[in-house]
């Protein structure tokens, strides 16, 4: 049976933008200014992208344990911008071939996919044996 992700939420509202822009000192005026990002091929203001990838960080860790998401890796692309008023959904699936590895995505309100990739769990330590003795 292939595992999944436990599901995490995010509604994107300015006073998180505005937060995680804070958090990361990133203030580029596409995030954090309406009057600018009006003016962009954009047409108005768009969340961080890694605010909404830390999403499936968070999946990984509410699933498996914060010591496993610190020691996955991932491989994604940005598809889609994520704006204001947007709730955003991270999960995944194991991949059938590939065991510890996660078919992730970030998806919006409307199903559509704003992030997809692939999440490489570490391999479960292998314990040493009980009683064994040294070569």
């Not at 590939?98 to 570490?122: H, K």
Request: charged share 20%; net charge negative.
């Amino acid at each position: 049976m292939r595992r999944t992700l436990q599901p995490v939420r995010l509604s994107v509202d300015m006073p998180a933008i505005l937060a995680y822009a804070e958090i990361t000192g990133d203030f580029n005026p596409l995030h954090v200014d309406p009057v600018f990002a009006a003016t962009t091929p954009m047409g108005g203001v768009i969340a961080h992208g890694t605010m909404s990838l830390n999403l499936v960080w968070q999946a990984i860790a509410s699933t498996f344990g914060a010591a496993v998401a610190a020691r996955s890796a991932i491989d994604v692309r940005f598809v889609r911008p994520v704006r204001v008023g947007d709730v955003v959904e991270a999960g995944g699936t194991e991949s059938a071939e590939r065991p510890g590895e996660f078919d992730v995505w970030v998806r919006n309100q409307e199903g559509i996919a704003v992030i997809e990739g692939s999440a490489t769990l570490p391999a479960a330590p292998v314990p040493e044996a009980i009683g064994s003795a040294p070569d």
